[in-house]
């Protein structure tokens, strides 16, 4: 008997009601994403949050009360396996690298198109970081930028992934592809960085960011 796909349960806090609703209305149109909660402040989030079963929490930063960011790291402490996606349209350089210090699984404009939001939110409820593209593409501009760095310090399966992210495959599918899970990629991943001369999410960002790799 096959086991039936759950659903991707997700909790959107931003104090905008028409903004809630319309990205609700995104998410639920026959994407396999469910919103089980809405918040428009800290206080209500961390009410729900006991009661509801969640896999994501789609956060803005600014927010009455207490900000995205004090929100995220509570959120990675008290709820540790909870994904956290950052949406605003308010940040900046220093506001994201803190924010990744934290450990934030992602972090998207409120100006994105709707499939790019289905996309960032089902890639980070697979295990993948997204910051406006898919980690797999981000190895590749990267890759691409350091032409100095010899293929030869690239293991088999790290030159694989590299390869496949050249071709467009999202992380995800490179798991698929290479018949391993998306958590061995990430692993394989920052392998990659490290070999890049990137030894952690906040310099990744910040590299990507001052590169045009990224944008906020």
């Known amino acids: 008997m096959t086991e039936e796909k759950k659903n991707i349960r997700v909790i959107i806090v931003d104090d905008h009601q028409l903004f809630r609703i319309g990205i609700k209305g995104i998410l639920t149109e026959d994407t396999g994403i469910e919103v089980v909660g809405e918040a428009a402040s800290s206080q209500e989030l961390f009410t729900l949050l006991p009661d509801i079963d969640t896999d994501i929490v789609l956060l803005d930063i600014i927010l ?59 890639d980070v409820a697979n295990g993948s970081e997204y910051y406006g593209r898919d980690i797999a593409r981000i190895i590749h501009c990267i890759r691409v930028s350091k032409r100095d760095v010899s293929d030869d310090v690239f293991t088999l399966r790290e030159k694989e992934i590299i390869q496949l992210s050249i071709k467009g495959l999202q992380a995800k599918e490179i798991a698929d592809k290479l018949n391993i899970n998306v958590g061995t990629v990430n692993v394989h991943k920052n392998n990659i960085f490290r070999k890049l001369g990137i030894n952690n999410s906040v310099e990744l960002v910040n590299y990507c960011l001052k590169n045009g790799i990224i944008h906020i």
């Open 64 to 122: 009455p009360e207490l900000s995205g960011i004090v929100i995220a790291e509570r959120l990675r402490k008290d709820y540790p396996e909870i994904k956290i996606l950052v949406l605003s349209s308010e940040s900046d350089r220093r506001t994201l690298s803190e924010l990744v210090t934290i450990g934030i699984d992602g972090f998207i404009g409120k100006d994105l198109p709707r499939e790019e939001l289905i996309k960032a939110v089902t």
